[in-house]
């Protein structure tokens, strides 16, 4: 069982929906990562969480540590927003905090 | 400032052959971490270096090796390539456990 659990792995919607990707894991972690790659596979950092909510332009990233669960949000969604979402922990072990682990990512479609 | 950089961006090996692959970090970033992506495993986590020491290393055998240099500029090297080897390898510089800036990347094709 992967340990970060993204959902959905697809999701194609109309510009200018309200767009919603979930992320879960199952054990501690020190922090929260949302990445964003284009094709051609340029990785942008979007955020990064360890509590409560972030914002930047129309992006939204919430995170519920109790509940170990993160949500990306794109409000006003546009073409230009297709690309593979992709969230990642730094989970916690006994020497400190580990690298990284990558969910499978979130393959988004924005029609015109 | 620039960004980070990789160097090749491309790159064909044999089997059997090895690699050293290259990553500047951002100035003044002293935190490289390298990480495998294929289509079937995604993004793997290979190592991760601060001041030259590794601090922390992925579930990969030990024909995947890196080392970071004084400079923070870091490389990682695999040895007798395997054809699952081939996939796109990235590195990320930050400043400590920070958010991460991802260079664009070395595409290794294996034969």
């Known amino acids: 069982k992967n340990e970060v659990e993204q959902s959905p792995q697809n999701l194609t919607a109309q510009e200018g929906e309200f767009i919603t990707i979930n992320c879960s894991y199952s054990v501690g972690i020190s922090a929260l990562h949302w990445l964003q790659q284009h094709p051609g596979g340029g990785i942008v950092s979007l955020f990064m969480?360890?509590?409560g909510k972030k914002k930047h332009g129309r992006l939204i990233a919430t995170i519920n540590i109790q509940e170990k669960h993160s949500s990306l949000h794109i409000t006003a969604s546009h073409p230009r927003d297709s690309a593979v979402y992709i969230c990642?922990?730094?989970?916690?072990?006994?020497?400190?905090?580990?690298?990284?682990?990558f969910g499978k990512g979130t393959h988004l479609i924005i029609q015109p | 400032k620039a960004g980070v950089t990789q160097t090749p961006r491309y790159l064909i090996k044999t089997r059997g052959q090895q690699v050293t692959l290259s990553c500047s970090p951002i100035s003044g970033h002293r935190s490289v971490s390298w990480y495998q992506q294929t289509p079937g495993q995604g993004l793997q986590f290979l190592f991760e270096?601060?001041?030259?020491?590794?601090?922390n290393k992925g579930n990969f055998p030990g024909r995947f090796s890196g080392r970071q240099f004084s400079n923070s500029r870091s490389e990682m090297n695999v040895s007798t390539l395997e054809l699952g080897d081939s996939a796109l390898y990235l590195c990320a510089s930050s400043l400590g456990a920070a958010e991460q800036y991802f260079g664009p990347g070395t595409r290794l094709t294996v034969t």
């Open positions: 990642a922990v730094r989970m916690y072990s006994g020497g400190g905090a580990d690298g990284l682990t």
């Open positions: 270096y601060f001041s030259e020491t590794q601090r």
């Open positions: 969480l360890s509590s």
